[in-house]
Antibody, heavy 118, light 108 residues
């Protein structure tokens, strides 16, 4: 059974940086696109970023483009989200998710809460 | 940007059938995927590509599409089906994955 274990959430001041991690196991990590999806408190799901299986291609939602960077280490089977210049509207639970068919998601991490507050 | 519209809430009695809709321009040409999210938990995929159900999902849940509307149908609703449900498509004009706003299913 696919396992995605996340870490790195917490409280961060506006304008500062934070890095989220997602450790994958029980599947061939290097064969799959991966994603970050977030959910603001009491709100719906918002896709944030995607990265190709080899890390060569990344796509971002307009809301985070230029501020967030998705990356991966296929040797360590870990996905990252580097968040810089964070804003209040970035406060959310962040989920990592495994790609399905290039269009959707078939497995999700447990989620980590990021709170942007001074 | 692509927009998917869902009703905010649907209520149904146990044993009845719940239908949750997802409206989007040109949704007929898109594969529609559905996710169930119970309170405090991560989402779980329940339907892929309009109507394909993962093996672990009970056959009481089914998906369909007609014109610009996709529908998630839950038959013989149980208390355990109470959750938020989100539809999702791939916007291939900009490589975005787009979610609907979500529908809260309440079992009366």
């Amino acid at each position: 059974q696919v396992q995605l274990v996340q870490s790195g959430g917490g409280v961060v001041q506006p304008g500062r940086s934070l890095r989220l991690s997602c450790l994958a196991s029980r599947f061939m990590f290097g064969h799959h696109y991966m994603h970050w999806v977030r959910q603001a408190p009491g709100k719906g799901l918002e896709w944030v970023a995607a990265i190709s299986h080899d890390g060569g291609t990344a796509d971002y939602a307009d809301s985070v483009k230029g501020r967030f960077t998705i990356s991966r280490d296929n040797v360590k089977k870990t996905l990252f989200l580097q968040m810089t210049g964070v804003r209040g509207e970035d406060s959310a639970v962040y989920y990592c998710a495994r790609d399905r068919g290039g269009v959707s998601f078939d497995s999700w991490g447990q989620g980590v809460l990021v709170t942007v507050s001074s | 940007s692509y927009v998917l519209a869902q009703p905010p809430s649907v209520s149904v009695a146990p044993g009845e059938t719940a239908r949750i809709t997802c409206d989007g321009e040109d949704i007929g040409s898109q594969g529609v995927h559905w996710f169930q999210q119970k309170a405090g938990q991560a989402p779980v995929a329940v339907i892929f590509y309009d109507g394909d159900r993962p093996s672990e999902i009970p056959d009481r849940l089914s998906g369909s599409k007609s014109g610009n509307t996709a529908t998630l149908t839950i038959s013989r609703v149980e208390a355990g089906d109470e959750a938020d449900y989100f539809c999702q498509v791939y916007d291939n004009t900009n490589n975005y994955r787009v979610f609907g706003g979500g529908t809260k299913l309440t079992v009366l």
